[in-house]
């Protein structure tokens, strides 16, 4: 077995290029897992996912550490030890991660700080990351005051340190989390604010994380997970985000400072104008019924009504019915056509004639689905061709 790879990234995390030599090759199913002598590639852990990049030209899609070695996989690869390899990172991709990791530990102490609230875990995610903290309840005031605690730090521009310590000399740093560890130690220090235990990659000065953001959070566990960006993403977020505040304002030709009086105006003017709606739609419909009634013909022994709508609301015809059928002796057979066909029966409660019956002969013709009670039936199908047809068959069994 080769010897442990030796970490690059660790002493210098600004290193982008590297040469180095093929130690190792795990046979993958799609390609190698290519062990180095050394490597500026980050693997998976401690929340912060790997790098990747290229090695002599061909994209790394992955990387992992087993037991000291690290390990990059590369699809259709045919190293072998001995092979001089250049290795070639994607920067963007690993500074992002620097921002966000970096950002986070001074989030996290910010936390500490404001709120009293400390960290239980963190992800880094590819579109956003997260740290779920202890504090119970959460508001907009609190995340507004943690902000500005991270980002005075940030302005302040503070050197952050690495350092390899011995865990039995850690009694002296407050550490953010104490750890259950022996041995050598990897410290992360953000100069006289916060000490943490970490083996990520980090910005050299709290200034090169950039503007850091809580973007929302919801409750989990006993705690709130709190979704976060920083830097370039912070950015991002800002550039789209003002960019729909402009639109809004084009699109509303006001100022944006208007726009949620604006949005709160018309929502209470819709809510009063609906009320109005329903009710002036419910004088049309009774009006519509009375109208249908006095037009009804002699059935048997009841007066019938029929008539069939395209494209007028389902409800809408279903209130119709009834309140034709309010009125004594009516048999109401009405349908609806849009996408489907759907066909009510309705009797007044004077009538005997069971509705499920023409429910079920207009079922037979549309090939359609349905049921109900004696009083009122409905059926529904896709051959909206057939809704005519179907309504004269109901017809017939009054007659
Ligand atoms: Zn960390």
Known sequence: MSADTIQRYESDPFMK??????VEINALPQGQGVVL???CFYPEGGGQPCDQGTLNGLPVLSVTESDGRIVHSIEGASFKPGDKVRGVLDWERRFDHMQQHSGQHLLSQAFVRVLKSDTVSFHLGSDEST?????GEMTEQAASDVENEANRIVFENRPLRVSIRSA???DSIPLRKKPDLSGDVRLIEIADYDWSLCCGTHVRATGEIGLIKILHWEKYKSGTRVHFACGSRALRDYQSKSGLVKSLSRVLTAGEKEIEAIILKWRDEKKVA???MIALLDEVLTAEAGRMVESAKQAGSCRLVSAL???RDFQEVQNLGRKIVSSPGMVAILGAVGDRATLFFGRSADVKTDMRDLQ???AGVLNGKGGGSPNWAQCSSERTDLAEAAIERAKSVIA
């Open 17 to 22: 290029e590297f040469d180095a030599v093929v």
């Open 37 to 39: 002598d050394q490597t």
């Open 131 to 135: 740290i779920d903290v202890t504090l």
């Open 168 to 170: 039995a000399d850690l």
């Open 274 to 276: 609906e009320k109005r």
């Open 309 to 311: 709508f395209r494209d």
């Open 360 to 362: 079920k002969a207009a």
